[in-house]
């Protein structure tokens, strides 16, 4: 049994995440005996599954969906490393099935909606709902009110639909008058380029090349942190840096095609994982959609 363990006061939080019962009763009694008064222990619940991202448009009351991805949240292959804010995505992801997707909307989504409006001040807009797909359908981790990165690239790539409409709509109203959006039936997975030293002290200023060339119809290459060096010279210039994204029939050509983009730039002050969306083809590699 694993369980997370949080100590908290107003002014500190002492945080833990247990791998069996028995730390977790060992932790929680050493925060017991040095609790001073007042303070609180919260036990929180260890969500077990996997992570991922639904996106919904508002205007007030009316919602739709607008899109799903799986994100790989840890820095280096196999989920190790520490945690960033993305490096890489995928859409379609195949955890995200039917029965999730609807799971999320009527539990999660438009509830959060339908309690916003009726405080007052109904919300317009986008909200990025991560969630946690478990043995007992989505639970949620959080809300944003944002397109995610770099989830939102992926879905750029496969949304067939104009999104200026959409977006209007939630200004103005008449989102509920607005058909469904279409996506691609292909499917697009983003490599994310980091500086090294990413998260925690990503390294600024080296050049990179090759970035800019034609890699074909199926291929985008989005700048999320590079500047210009005087020489012309592109440059890093953040941690999360360039986002490689592909296009394909199926989960793996589009793996493919992105990963061969990477190969093709040369930056020496860079890293990527070499893992993006290959849990998802081993997974269901009996499933021929999936390959």
């Not at 944003?144 to 496969?158: H, I, K, T, W, Y």
């Amino acid at each position: 049994m694993s369980g997370q363990i949080s100590g908290l006061s107003l002014v500190r939080r002492v945080q833990m995440q247990t791998v069996n019962i028995h730390a977790a009763k060992t932790h929680l009694s050493r925060l017991i005996d040095e609790a001073a008064a007042g303070q609180e222990i919260v036990i929180e619940e260890f969500m077990a599954g996997e992570e991922a991202s639904l996106f919904a448009l508002a205007a007030g009351e009316t919602s739709i969906l607008f899109g799903a991805a799986q994100d790989h949240k840890r820095a280096f292959d196999g989920d190790q490393g520490p945690n960033t804010g993305g490096m890489g995505t995928y859409s379609p992801a195949p955890v995200l099935t039917d029965a999730v997707v609807e799971a999320a909307r009527t539990r999660l989504i438009q509830p959060a909606f339908a309690g916003i409006a009726a405080e007052g001040a109904p919300y317009r807009g986008v909200i990025y709902c991560e969630m946690m797909v478990t043995a007992e359908g989505p639970k949620l981790v959080e809300f944003n009110a944002r397109f995610g990165d770099p989830e939102s690239q992926v879905l750029m790539l496969r949304l067939e639909s104009d999104i200026v409409p959409y977006l209007t709509a939630c200004a103005s109203g008449g989102l509920a008058a607005l058909p469904p959006p279409v996506w691609r039936p292909d499917a697009a997975v983003c490599v994310v380029l980091a500086a090294n030293g990413y998260p925690d002290a990503p390294q600024a200023g080296s050049e990179i090349r090759g970035a800019e060339a034609d890699f074909g119809p199926d291929v985008v290459v989005f700048h999320a942190g590079t500047s210009r060096r005087a020489d012309g010279a592109l440059i890093a210039a953040g941690g999360r840096v360039l986002n490689v994204c592909a296009l394909g029939p199926t989960l793996g050509e589009a793996r493919a095609r992105a990963y061969a983009a990477v190969a093709r730039i040369d930056w020496p002050g860079g890293f990527h994982r070499t893992d993006i969306a290959l849990k998802a083809l081993q997974r269901f590699a009996s499933n021929p959609a999936h390959r």
